[in-house]
């Protein structure tokens, strides 16, 4: 079974209906090929949508991140963000801290940001092919 880390950016194109990685995924995960997961960084990003003034927008959105595993960020997450931060492997602390966690839990990363993550070889980027 692949395990995968869901990045802010995948979750809001879903909710746009902008692109099919994480339609792909949630049928993995149905038929249980896949497990999905996030971080309270991901939930925090996806949650300053402005729509989301709208209560019943807002639990709709909330409803949605319910149906990932949450991953807490754990010391040990926090001392390999620093450690990429101190390498400037990643420049911003919510992208090291989604790296690390991924890094960590053995997560491949769905994202369209692999710019922000190429420095980090370890990582292992997930592929819809």
Known sequence: MVKVFVDTDILIDFTYKKNKILY?????????KAELFINPVVCAEFLTDR??????KLEEACGFLDSF?????????????GQLLREQKIPLLSDT??????LV?????????IKHF????????????
């Open 97 to 102: 801290l989604i790296a690390a966690t991924c």
């Open 105 to 113: 839990h053995d997560f491949s990363l769905a994202t369209r940001n």
């Open 24 to 32: 792909k995924l949630i049928v993995e995960q149905k038929a249980g």
């Open 51 to 56: 729509k989301l003034l709208d209560t019943q």
């Open 69 to 81: 595993h949450m991953i807490e960020i754990t010391a040990k997450i926090g001392f390999l963000a």
């Open 118 to 129: 190429e420095k980090v070889p370890e990582l292992s980027i997930y592929s819809t092919v």
